[in-house]
């Protein structure tokens, strides 16, 4: 069945990196968007960054830029983001998720992870 | 501040019919379709309504969406205990560049 796997669980200091991978099955990565999207405790979800594994530049939100950095792996079909920089601000459950179109709704989305910013 | 409003909570008694509001602008809303989720806690989101009013494979049928304008609404027909959630509207903006979500709407069946 479809299923995008996350990684687990990071704790990192303020100004600390983390990266968080979404390893997918199920269906041919490269005709489908990746996204992440974001939730911080007790908020909304943020949409982060899309990725078209064909190639191209990804997409980041403005709030995002110049700390997010996505990569596709398409002989593993994984996923990666990576967040520098950070700040209590982005503890949050980091969710991936795929798109069949790149204006085409969020079908299926991993399980999420938690990254914990804390000193 | 969401660039799409949505009000921050609803309710409503099981069997009745609620309504959920998502106003935006022309760069988003105006332009382009907008897609609803529904997310329980602890949990990743869904999609319950796509592309304005279509409803994917798998989602009840007593929710049904609809857009005019810059605005756009979500609708739970019979309402059941099982729909009470937090539900999201998302559209692509132009302007931004980038996908944008509304600031969610936490469903309460009394």
Redesign the interface.
């Known amino acids: 069945q479809v299923q995008m796997m996350q990684s687990g669980a990071e704790v990192k200091e303020p100004g600390a990196s983390v990266k968080v991978s979404c390893k997918t099955s199920g269906y041919t990565f490269t005709n489908y968007y990746t ?1 992440w ?1 974001r939730q911080a405790p007790g908020q ?4 982060m960054a ?1 990725v078209n594994p064909r190639g191209g530049s990804p ?4 709030s995002l830029q110049g700390r997010v950095t996505m990569t596709s792996d398409t002989s593993t079909r994984t996923a990666h983001m990576e967040l520098r920089g950070l700040t209590f601000d982005d503890t949050a459950i980091y ?1 991936c ?1 795929r798109g069949r179109g ?6 299926v ?4 992870t938690m990254v914990i910013v804390s000193s | 501040q969401s660039v799409l409003t949505q009000p921050p909570s609803a309710s409503g008694t099981p069997g009745q019919r609620v309504t959920i509001s998502c106003s935006g602008s022309s760069s988003n809303i105006g332009t382009y379709a907008v897609h609803w989720y529904q997310q329980f806690p602890g949990t990743a989101p869904k999609v319950v309504i796509s592309n304005n009013s279509q409803r994917p494979s798998g989602a009840p049928d007593r929710f049904s969406g609809s857009k005019s304008g810059t605005s756009a609404s979500l609708a739970v027909s019979g309402l059941q205990s099982e729909d009470e959630a937090d539900y999201y509207c998302a559209v692509w903006d132009g302007n931004l560049n980038g996908w944008v979500f509304g600031g969610g709407t936490k469903l309460t069946v009394l």
């Open positions: 996204h999207v909304g979800l943020e949409w899309t997409d980041y939100a403005q969710y998720a790149s204006l085409d709704p969020f079908d989305w991993g399980q999420g």
